[in-house]
């Protein structure tokens, strides 16, 4: 088994509950991470036999395109699509961090975290 990481997917998307944010938007940053078994692509040196970070990216970003009130709800979005779309993976770990929120402090990122298994 091993573990394909995409650090830092910067988006610029609309989500939270106040209606400024939904109309001016805010940077974000996703950090995702997959087990999956990575041994017969180590040998094969196919990227049939892994899985395609490209998509992962492509998940993260549609996923992002669409509005939600709470991060929670986008990442769990993104969550269930990856593990529909890829059955290879067992795990998911994913991030969402709304960059610079607008909560009357001086604040970095506000980020979830989310983690799903396979059964």
Do not use: W
């Amino acid at each position: 088994m091993g573990f394909i990481k995409l650090k830092n997917i910067r988006t610029y998307s609309y989500h939270g509950c106040l209606i400024e944010e939904g109309k001016i938007g805010s940077d974000y940053s996703v950090d995702l991470k997959v087990k999956t078994d990575l041994r017969q692509s180590s040998i094969t040196d196919n990227l049939v036999d892994t899985v395609d970070y490209v998509l992962l990216n492509q998940i993260v970003v549609e996923e992002m395109a669409i509005r939600a009130n709470l991060l929670e709800h986008v990442a769990q979005r993104i969550i269930a699509r990856i593990m529909k779309e890829v059955p290879a993976i067992s795990r998911v770990i994913l991030g969402v961090s709304k960059l610079n929120p607008p909560i009357g402090g001086d604040v970095e990122a506000v980020t979830i975290e989310m983690e799903e298994y396979r059964s």
